[in-house]
């Protein structure tokens, strides 16, 4: 039966299914189409995403509804970086030299700026008044009052890319790190604050530079992304292991042009890399070998962070959110599973039922898909699908507790991204207490 009901969309607020996790990337709303510059998780629920045209905006579930929180203020300038050190303590950087600050997390921001006209490339929250800013002009500044009161330090010629911290066990205090364009620079707790710097082996040259760096989550290595050449620019890995004296190309053999701007390794194995044209790849041994994740977009993506190993976020142009509670990788059955020849929707199973059932359903094509279900005067009484789904097999558990006995329809529609007509198909299922 495929016939579309006539229903009006007055929602009434249920308790929805859950879907498998069996799907890699999800894209989410955002409700904006700006670039989307830098993104932090604060739990497994909750980040907070800055953007080049002004917006902040924060989840608290997951990606599936943001919040604009942008400032009520003047300041019409860009967001280029965001560091929060707990769950509530933040810095947001931009351009016109503003950094900005909150201790709730996110919900509401003072605002600050640097002694000196800069544009603010990036930003390491250390505590909840402190935090390092790396600028356009190789000015590092450092503030542990909130911004009142600024300490500043030339530590190169390059703009500061990345500022960011050593995250194992330290006797000594936690030493930092900054990458500029084309070098690597040091602050180490002993035996002088004072920044150090070396180039980046293989980044000098013109049209090479380095975008962010991290180090691994308990202690494990540190990795540099960028883009390598000129005419041609190859996207670049690069590692280095505290037994290392040298830095190691780990790149994946892309065989594509373009760079690497992000990067986030939520532990000593598994790294995270994105970059130009929708380009994302995971590793789970350290970055010595690389599979390319199957993600939704084209479109740019700069930025990436995972609270986990499998939950995470990441951001790119014209508004691009993505995110993944399963590491971006499918269980054994789906990766080997063919893909569906037709679309289909089973029946409920069991059906009658007492308080939940399974609906299982059957997609050929990339594209945006909604289950919904509808009581017998047509309103929508939960929605259980409402995300952009690669072609396979799914299955829902719609838990309907908060509901009466009575008779329900639920409705799958699907919209391929190929261009394909769109299909639609109903049908009927009883619910006995």
Sequence with gaps: MSTLLRIPFLAVLMLTGVERSDAQWLVRNSGTTDKLTDVVMLSRSIAVVVSKAGPILVTTDAGVTWQDVTLPLSYGGHWNAISFCDSASGYAAGDQSAVFW????????????????RSCYSVLCTGPGSCYVGTDSGWVFNTSDTGRTWSSEKISEWPVRSIFRWRGESLVGVSKFAITSHSFCTQYVLPSPSWGEVEIPGLEQPGSEAYDAEFAQNGGPVYIVGGHGDYFS????????????????????????????????????????????????????????????????????????????????????????????????????????????????????????????????????????????????????????????????????????????????????????????????????????
């Excluded at 691009?320 to 990788?329: A, E, F, M, P, S």
């Design 234 to 433: 190859r996207p670049v890995v690069l590692r280095k292991l505290r037994s290392d004296t040298s830095w190691q190309d780990v790149s994946p053999a892309t065989g594509m042009s373009g760079i690497f701007t992000g990067v986030s390794a939520p532990s000593a194995s598994s790294v995270y890399i994105c970059g130009s044209g929708g380009v994302m790849y995971k590793s789970t041994d350290g970055g010595t070998t690389w599979g390319r994740q199957d993600v939704p977009t084209k479109l740019d993506i700069n930025a990436i962070c995972f609270f986990d190993e499998t939950r995470g976020f990441a951001v790119g142009d014209s508004g691009l959110i993505l995110y993944t509670q399963t590491g971006g990788l499918l269980g054994l059955d789906d990766r080997t599973a063919a893909i569906p020849a037709e679309f289909e929707l089973f029946q409920n199973n069991p059906n009658p039922f007492n308080s939940a059932t399974n609906i299982e359903y059957r997609i050929p094509d990339f594209g945006f898909v909604t289950l919904r279900v509808y009581d017998v005067l047509g309103r929508q009484v939960a929605a259980l699908v409402n995300e952009v789904r690669r072609p396979g097999s799914y299955k829902v558990v719609f838990d309907a507790r908060s509901l009466p006995s009575g008779v329900y329809f639920y409705m799958l529609t699907a919209s391929p991204f190929s261009g394909e007509r769109g299909m639609s198909r109903l049908r009927k299922l009883v619910l006995l207490k």
């Design 102 to 117: 909150t201790l709730n997390g996110g919900a509401g921001w003072m605002w600050r700026y640097l002694p000196a006209k």
